[in-house]
């Protein structure tokens, strides 16, 4: 079995979803984990794929082909298992610039792996002041966990980190 992952991006329009999965389908290949989003008129995505390497070539071949779609397929390894405990945190903070570097440098520097980010920009309810709010999921060891929370709570004052339940 290969495994392949599939980022794209393009114009939005109705039926894009339908073309891909319609593709990858008529070559047995199994859509797996993916991420898609509308972002200012543009519809962009990430995706997992596997297939057969019977159906391999055929299936690269068809994909080229898409042409409404900017894509970029690459080969990947059989998923793994990371041996890290995975942690999901919700964030919120005032906006501001900056704020996903200082976050993701304070994951870094203390062992962790962003697994997973999901983030946007909106206005609190009472005060109209823009927020940055996020859901992460991070991979790391179980002796870093409690270090790697102080330091993101540390970043701004203003910082909220809540740890969610898996």
């Given at each position: 079995?290969?495994?392949?992952?599939?980022?794209?991006?393009?114009?939005?329009?109705?039926?894009?979803?339908?073309s891909?999965?319609?593709?990858?389908?008529?070559?047995?290949?199994?859509?797996?984990?993916?991420?898609?989003?509308?972002?200012?008129?543009?519809?962009?995505g990430?995706?997992?794929?596997?297939v057969?390497?019977?159906?391999?070539?055929?299936?690269?071949?068809s994909?080229?082909?898409?042409?409404?779609?900017?894509?970029?397929?690459?080969?990947?390894?059989?998923?793994?298992?990371?041996?890290?405990?995975?942690?999901?945190?919700?964030?919120?903070?005032?906006?501001?610039?900056?704020?996903?570097?200082?976050?993701?440098?304070?994951?870094?520097?203390?062992?962790?792996?962003?697994?997973?980010?999901?983030?946007?920009?909106?206005?609190a309810?009472?005060?109209g002041?823009?927020?940055?709010?996020?859901k992460?999921?991070?991979?790391?060891?179980?002796?870093?966990v409690?270090?790697?929370i102080?330091?993101?709570?540390?970043?701004?004052?203003?910082?909220?980190?809540?740890?969610?339940?898996?």
């Amino acid at each position: 079995m290969k495994h392949l992952v599939i980022s794209f991006i393009c114009d939005d329009k109705p039926g894009l979803v339908d073309s891909l999965s319609s593709t990858i389908s008529q070559h047995q290949g199994n859509w797996q984990t993916s991420s898609l989003h509308h972002l200012s008129g543009k519809f962009a995505g990430i995706l997992e794929v596997s297939v057969d390497e019977t159906h391999y070539d055929s299936l690269q071949s068809s994909l080229a082909q898409l042409n409404q779609f900017n894509l970029q397929v690459v080969d990947a390894p059989n998923p793994t298992q990371d041996t890290g405990k995975a942690i999901s945190l919700s964030l919120t903070a005032n906006d501001r610039a900056g704020i996903v570097q200082d976050i993701s440098s304070v994951i870094h520097q203390n062992h962790g792996n962003l697994i997973k980010l999901v983030s946007q920009q909106q206005s609190a309810p009472h005060s109209g002041q823009l927020m940055f709010t996020a859901k992460v999921i991070i991979s790391v060891s179980e002796n870093d966990v409690d270090a790697l929370i102080e330091a993101l709570e540390a970043i701004e004052n203003d910082l909220m980190v809540d740890v969610n339940e898996n």
